[in-house]
């Protein structure tokens, strides 16, 4: 069995280890389960092309490490390619290994991966490019795009840099005009934020919980009804804390795709926690069944 995995030396769980340390510990652990495995760490701007050039290797499992930016990437690479991906969760968070029921350890993951289940689910876009878990505009990435800026420029670690970041964001209070297009109706709406996840994501008072399907070929659309600077501002707040509630701030409708306009001529867009410069009118499509994945029993 030929077995690549492309690792993120700079995801959360190994940026302080050397990469040669790092990449022998997951080496060792796909030995000890008798497997023999080409382990590449790479900078996280290279995955992609590395995920491309693995995939004209035709291996039997490609694996991704790293954080679910790292994982989205690879997916997308492997869209529809019937090769099945394994998955080392070696970020910050996680959420798509968790939503998954992968351990959050590298020896509980490998085994997951040696034990060789594979299961299919959907993945979502946006004007062509896939994600694995949710995507959003509005308030969301700018406070990603400050974050990393205030770690390059003054080195400043992940979670003092998003308070930071999160502050200023608050101080500023964007707000923009959209048109969500919905079926054959659309809804004018002005609001800090629009959330689109890749299936159906649980809300409750006090967290946007997890997915418990991956499977269902809907996304989740989530937006503010509320008016009012006052109500915005609330909203805003509660939304970066996870305090939202569904029912009184904000709704929720499932469907297979929606389009979003807006004046502006670009639109900062997250996508699985990473920040891309996308030209509206945005098309979200649910991408049913495209990704083949090792998960457990």
Known sequence: MKVIALINAKAG?????????????????????RMTVDVRALDGRDIVPAAKQALTEKP????????????????GVLAHSNIPLGILPLGTLNHFAKDLGIPINIEGAVKIIAAGHAKTIDLARVNGRYFINNSSIGIYPQVVRQREELRMRLG?????????AS??????????????????????????????????YEMSLMSVRSRQRLDEGILS???????????????????LFGRLEQAKDFESIYLPDLWIETPKRRLHVALDGEVENISPPLHYQSVPGALAVIVPR
């Not at 769980?13 to 389960?33: G, K, M, V, W, Y």
């Not at 101080?171 to 159906?200: A, C, D, H, W």
């Open 13 to 33: 769980s190994l940026a302080s280890t050397p990469n040669l340390d790092q990449t022998e510990h997951i080496r060792e652990a796909f030995s000890a389960e």
């Open 221 to 239: 659309l989530y937006f503010t009804h509320r008016t009012g600077r006052f109500g915005m501002l609330r909203l805003a707040l509660r939304a």
């Open 60 to 75: 039997d499992t490609l694996v991704a490490g790293g954080g679910d930016g790292t994982i989205s990437g690879v997916a």
């Open 156 to 164: 400043r670690g992940k979670w003092i840099a998003m308070v930071i």
């Open 167 to 200: 502050l200023n964001a608050l101080r500023r209070f964007p707000i923009f005009n959209v048109r969500i297009g919905i079926g054959e109706k659309s809804v004018l709406r002005q609001t800090p934020f629009v959330f689109v996840g890749n299936n159906r």
